[in-house]
């Protein structure tokens, strides 16, 4: 079964550091995203991806965050400068359909930890 | 900003016993999902429902949707040591387009 797959699993970063996280989503997929869910929490939504262009994003993803898709394959979550309060597992998960309803199909996650 | 909160947030249960998870939204949804996610998993939906007042059942799990479409329940019949991990419900409230989880209903089942 297809799946979404995302690296690195485990992300050591230094505060102000920049780091990239990545997904490759399930290929027929169309639209993508990225939660971010801190350790006990809730699953929060940051940022919504479709036709190359950000649809939709949260109060959380400032002007730090950005997304791209520079191939046909690989969705990535940049940070460009890390604070200790990103620390967090990062899921990104992609559907085929437009709109409020599909299920989404989740990684398994990049844990990120910022010291 | 709009809420989604589920009630409890823990629930220990004995192998065989019920479990019910309340989920509450502070606007109408358009639809509901619920997703499963094991300790140190990620996320895995469930179900989706979309009409008033509909109930779908999945083997012992059995899903309902408030008439008003603001509140929706998971009900487990006869808990098994498989069905650890946090329930999550999920909508679009306000009409947008974020999915917005609800605050989760961590359970435990024990022998």
């Known amino acids: 079964e297809p799946e979404v797959t995302q690296t690195p699993s485990h992300q050591v970063t230094q505060m102000g550091q920049e780091v990239i996280l990545r997904c490759v989503p399930i290929s027929n997929h169309l639209y993508f995203y990225w939660y971010r869910q801190i350790l006990g929490q809730k699953v929060e939504f940051l940022v919504s991806?479709?036709?190359?262009?950000?649809?939709?994003k949260s109060e959380i993803f400032d002007d730090q965050f950005s997304v791209e898709r520079p191939d046909g394959s690989n969705f990535t979550l940049k940070i460009r400068s890390t604070k200790l309060e990103d620390s967090a597992m990062y899921f990104c998960?992609?559907?085929?359909?437009?709109?409020?309803?599909?299920?989404?199909?989740f990684g398994p996650g990049t844990r990120l930890t910022v010291t | 900003g709009q809420q989604v909160m589920q009630i409890p947030q823990y629930q220990h249960v004995q192998e065989g016993e019920d479990f019910t998870t309340y989920c509450n939204s502070s606007t109408t949804l358009s639809n509901i999902q619920w997703y499963k996610q094991r300790p140190g998993g990620h996320p895995v939906f469930l179900i989706q429902?979309?009409?008033?007042?509909e109930v779908k059942k999945q083997k012992r799990l059995t899903f309902q949707f408030g008439e008003a479409k603001k509140n929706s329940s998971l009900h487990i019949t006869a808990t098994q040591t498989t069905d650890v991990g946090t329930y999550f419900c999920?909508?679009?409230?306000?009409?947008?387009?974020?999915?917005?989880f609800g605050t989760g209903t961590q359970l435990k089942v024990e022998l």
């Open positions: 999920a909508g679009y409230p306000g009409g947008g387009n974020k999915l917005t």
């Open positions: 998960a992609s559907k085929t359909n437009s709109g409020r309803t599909g299920e989404q199909y």
């Open positions: 991806f479709y036709n190359n262009e950000i649809s939709e």
């Open positions: 429902l979309v009409k008033s007042g």
